[in-house]
Structure formats: structure tokens, C-alpha cells
């Protein structure tokens, strides 16, 4: 075998050693409920007309050996029993925070170590600052949209304040970003709901692969229709994330979460078991 044939042969047993060593576990969190009183206005494809539906807000916690990760922040604390408006087209609400739910599973909020963020809409931040000694992973496009003016959709910059005001360490995600570095945790470049947006792949020895899809759609059908909502950032951009999270489901047999699905919550284990 020749030199470099033997590097690179070493080099791959020890990514392969790296990806099997570590124990990856993931938990869905319950992060609250948007009561949707138009869901036409989730499709440009003149789909779901005339249509209600309640979404769910998921959010999840990662261990990776004793690394722990939550990725999305849910909804705000101070919707916590919210009634809703019946007057509102978009009606949220709380029943639990995280911290509530961490406890459940012996995790204290100082273990979480890194807090990634699909994009920066209020309903997947609205908790982040609960967790200000985590470092922020966001698409780099997506945090400069905190200092726009005007403030795009659904954008609040006070969600995010330790990070924004320079106290907390912020990574910004520009394409893909293996986390851990082996292969276990990967942050996915899915942009066009927002021009930062991400998605997750977490490869669990047991479950399988599992892909959490962000907002990239927000229930299974805008799969099949292609509806992009009208407020998305790139419609294109939109559509070839679809198809890259679809292929990516196929190509490794992953299980495809949609985390605003109500129906995709029965994928994982119900709460407080975890997947593994």
C-alpha cells in the first residue's frame, strides 16, 4: 500500500471509529401550537382554501455523549397559557417551557452547551435567551436580518438579545457544519423560507438517521403541491430545498420530521422517552 493510500485509509478508520463512539439521543419538546385559521396562506398553489389547521412547535434536545444541544427555542414564555384570539389568522400558544421539559429528563439548563436555530422567526427563537452560556449556531444570512431596517417577517432581534448585544458567542453557519466532526450531528444549508435557513440530520444507531426540516415546509403535503408560502423568502430557493431534504430522506432511509406537522410527532418516541 503506498504512502498516501495509507494516510487516507487511516484517516477513514478513524472517522468511522469517531462516528460509532459517541451515543447520540434526541427528545421532542413540545414548544407550543399556532391555531391557523387560513392555511391557504401557507401555499401559493391555491392548496388548502377554506382550510384550518393547528401546527405544532417542536423543538429538540440532542446529547451527544455529554454534549448537549437544543435545536429551536419554540415560542415565547410569556405566551404560557395564552388564550387565543379568536379574531387572529395566526393564533399561538404555550402549555409548557423548556426548562419545565429538561427537568423532566435530569438536564440542567446550563448543560446546553450549543442552541442551533433553523431561522430566525419568532416562533422557533422565543426561548433562546433562557440559554444565554450557549453558543448561537444560525445561518450567517439569517442573523444579519436582526439588524435590518425594516425588520423583515416575523423577525424580533429582542429574542436574541445575549447574543445580539455581543455578551454570548454566536456561530455563524454559512453551508453545512458537521458539529461534533463525526458525522453524528449535521446542520444542513436549506435555504428560502428565510435566506439563512437550516435543517438537521441527526444519525441515531438504533432509530436511524432522522431529519428535522426547519420551516423548509411546514406540513407534509407542501412536499407533493410545491405551495411555498407567499411570506417565504426565495420561492426557488424554497422548492430545491424541498427536493435536497427529500433526497437526502431517501438516499439514507431517514425518517423526514416536518417540526410544525402535528402528525409528524408520533416519528420519536413520545416525551419524555427519547430516540436513540
Not at 487511516?10 to 439521543?25: G, K, N, P, R
Not at 388564550?83 to 389568522?89: F, M
Not at 433562557?130 to 435590518?148: E, S
Amino acid at each position: 500500500m503506498s504512502p498516501l493510500a495509507t494516510i487516507l485509509f487511516s484517516t477513514a478508520a478513524l472517522m468511522t471509529s469517531a462516528a460509532h463512539s459517541a451515543e447520540v439521543e434526541l427528545w421532542r419538546l413540545d414548544c407550543g401550537e399556532i391555531e391557523v385559521r387560513d392555511l391557504s396562506l401557507f401555499s401559493d398553489t391555491y392548496n388548502h382554501v377554506g382550510e384550518k389547521r393547528t401546527l405544532t412547535d417542536s423543538c429538540y434536545v440532542i446529547r451527544h455523549d455529554q454534549d448537549y444541544m437544543l435545536w429551536d427555542a419554540g415560542l415565547p414564555a410569556g405566551l404560557l397559557g395564552a388564550t387565543l384570539d379568536p379574531s387572529a389568522v395566526l393564533a399561538p400558544t404555550l402549555a409548557k417551557d423548556i426548562l419545565t421539559q429538561l427537568a423532566q429528563i435530569d438536564v440542567k439548563p446550563e448543560q446546553i452547551s450549543r442552541l442551533g436555530i433553523s431561522h430566525n422567526h419568532f416562533d422557533h427563537v422565543g426561548q433562546a435567551a433562557t440559554f444565554p452560556q450557549a453558543t448561537l449556531m444560525i445561518g450567517a444570512a439569517d442573523l444579519a436580518q436582526f439588524k435590518a431596517d425594516p425588520l423583515p417577517f416575523a423577525v424580533n432581534p429582542a429574542l436574541l438579545k445575549p447574543w445580539l448585544a455581543g455578551g454570548s458567542k454566536v456561530d455563524a453557519i454559512s453551508g453545512d457544519r458537521d458539529i461534533f466532526g463525526d458525522g453524528t450531528v449535521t446542520i444542513l444549508s436549506t435555504p428560502g423560507h428565510t435566506p439563512g435557513e437550516t435543517s438537521l440530520l441527526i444519525r441515531l444507531a438504533k432509530t436511524g438517521p432522522v431529519l428535522l426540516s426547519g420551516d423548509v415546509a411546514h406540513f407534509e403535503e407542501q412536499f407533493e403541491s410545491r405551495g411555498v408560502p407567499g411570506f417565504n423568502f426565495d420561492r426557488a430557493e424554497t422548492l430545491a430545498s424541498m427536493e435536497r431534504l427529500m433526497g437526502i430522506a431517501k438516499a439514507l432511509g431517514a425518517t423526514l420530521i416536518v417540526q410544525h406537522d402535528t402528525r409528524d410527532i408520533a416519528k420519536l418516541p413520545a416525551f419524555p422517552k427519547s430516540a436513540r
